[in-house]
């Protein structure tokens, strides 16, 4: 277990450092390094110009050599001229001989973002913070919902309720979320379409839509009003997916030699499901569901974008669109971390879960 | 100046308040059998005179009988719109879904003869015709060849151009006459810069249409010629495959996608350079196959590889090449197919998303079916290792992969919808469903027509595809 463990991790951070590598790579591109000249300097820049702040600002050093300097296993560069000493570890105005020699994320170092005018580290913690509650609320629903939805049609496979939810299932993962968002918009939150107006003039609601169509306000604030449709949104398209695993768990385990035994011995259905199967069959799910966290970043970046709630996935396009090099890096550490630990989680709590591996 | 058209024109005042009607019925015969199914049920069954006992049906089953039957009558009033909405003359008469239903013709043509060829030989058909045996499979495969026949007859079915706007049109609501031309109508009302919302959904299917499956295709090439070594030899290669594939799929999509079309990065040239590694696995795939099964007549063999080699390379390199950018190889006069630049671009990207994937089911697959007996046969026999992967493993794992092809169809839709949504990748005019989703949120909720309409075609697509994989995995599971 323990050897498992040390490989399991090895590989991770090994993962870890090639894709922050690749990202690293692609953000600081020539070109993409002369629009962040442009962008911070001067629009009319000459050729000539560019270059010099390339080498000014510490830019025309090799990847490699760069890349350590931000991780923080290399000493940051420093240049002096005219006497001035600057550096990238020497904040504007301070002594140079304060100044440490590595800054980098491994000195807590994130820089700085050229879009939001702020420290990194703030901003990915502010926005951590609200995709954390978006994310929670959306399992708090899904999972639920899901479990229930597979274990009730894997219980009888084949029956008219089995094919109903099946169906459910399918149609869930056939709807990506700028297809539900934008469905659920025009039928709950709009105040010319779908049941708004209808409930309106029945003087059942007070606001004019049922639901609001952006979570703006929910940054300040999570009301149901404000919060219920990015969440269903998401959940929407995870349902289907973690259902079906569920069911599929729960056929195989119904069909196993101990629920027979346990049926003929007279157990009743209801005592076979919940006591005998269930345990057993929510051993795989929650592999599914933990493997499900990348996905629901993917989500999070169109629900937020839909919904112009300001997390962690608005601030991913953003950075991408503007091409905010230590934001960017900064979300997708962000985001790697998450996917890789995630993983981990699954692998160990499978081995936990299983008592065929566990005691073996 | 015409009025504008309604939903259902002159069929609407009989139709509409017998489909009310029966949806009502529908929804309480649907809470009877969910509220009798929990009650006990009663004495199974009568007793007659002679002793013996009579079946009868519970109240549940009754519900369940009327159910279908309300159901039945349900598909059969909205089969009466779209019928006679092909008969009636004038759109006024038609409505707005009898005249798209008109439009349709070409489609309902394709699909009558489609299915009533494939019913009729559906034994001969192999694992096709048994799709006709699952009616979920049937449902599914109908929508999808719903949407393949309107990629294909698009020009007959756009009543507009889909690029060109009409003053006066702007955001106007499904049904709107267009000003000063007699009978033409927008049928799904126009977009936020006066274009015909119709029209654009069906020139959006054939984006789509060209893109996904071939898409899908390029990464199962990929993904089994990396795939059947990987899982075959095992070792080193194995690993250092495995762990290039997890890489890949440890990136969130939307951050490979920023990361890969941005203009910036394009002007670098690295989506095509990927392109050309990528492109380069179907032809590799074909060589060896040939090779692999050809060795004992060497000269056919030579023939067919050299003939993949020209007509292949060819293809790549013109598929490849474009004037303008990093890699400009062909002479214009070579240049077979002229992609735009941006398509090719979308293109290599959701290959370069699918393909690892591809490799661990494929990967899962080998390690499974390798040790089988009849590979161990054929091992003894002396066979190569190619000829074994190719002509002994993946004929036997073609049932998995053959469902997952159809769901990944699906999934890559969804993927180039994404790549729409953010406006990466393909022109803002482009009418595939993506673009046009983004470009109708901004005004969701007062005009939602714009943004529901390419949609709810995406989902349509992408359910049918998912259900003929669940058809297809329900009827090969089977034998």
Known sequence: MLLFLIRRVATMLLTAICLTFIVFYLTNLPPNLEKLAKSEASARMSDEDVASWIERYGYAQPVLVRYGEWLGLLPGWTRSEDGEITGRCIPRGSDPAEAPARCGILQGNWGTSTVFKAPVAEIIGTRLAATGWLMFWVMAVMVPASLLIGV?????????????????????????????????????ASSTTGISPLLNSWGLIEDKTLFLGTATSALDGITFWNFTLPVMTIALYGIGYIARMTRASMTEVMTAQYIRTARLKGVSFRNVVMKHALRNALIAPFTVIMLQFPWLLNGVVIVETLFNYKGFGWTLVQAAGNNDIELLLACSVVAVIVVLVTQLISDIGYVFLNPRIRLA | MNDFLTWTGVTGPVLNPILGVLTVLLILAWLAQLVLSVLPAGAAGAVLRDGTLAARRSPAELAALAARYLLLAIVAVILAYLVLGLVLPGLPAKGIIGGMSARFWPVWLALAVTFALSITYKRHLGLYGKLYDSPIGMVGFGMVMFWVFTAIFAPLIMTHDPLSQISGMKNVLPGAPVPGDGGAYYLLGGDNLARDVFSRMVAGSTVVIQIA?????????????????????????????????????????????????TPEIVSSGLPQYIGMLLFLFPLIF???????????KPRLRSGLIAAVAVIGGWLYLSLLSSPGTPVDILPPALDLIEVPGNILIVFVSVVFVNAPTVFRIIRGLVLDIKSRDYVAASQTRGEGPWYIMLWEILPNARGPLIVDFCLRIGYTTILLGTLGFFGLGLSPESPDWGSTINAGRRFLSIYPHAAIVPALALMSLVLGLNLMADGLREESLRD
């Open chain 2, 286 to 296: 074909l060589a060896v196959m040939i090779n692999s099964r050809l060795y004992v």
């Open chain 2, 213 to 261: 499956p071939l898409a899908t295709l390029f990464a199962f090439m990929v993904g089994i010629t990396l795939g059947l070594p990987a899982g075959y030899y095992g070792g080193a290669l194995d690993t250092v495959l495995s762990f290039a594939a997890n890489l890949i799929l440890a990136f969130p999509v939307i951050l490979l996608f920023y990361l890969l079309v």
């Open chain 1, 152 to 188: 009730l049609s894997g219980m009888r496979e084949g029956s008219r309720l089995d094919r109903g939810l099946s169906i459910f299932s399918i149609a869930s993962t056939a709807t990506p979320e700028y297809v539900s968002g934008v469905v659920l918009i025009a039928l709950f």
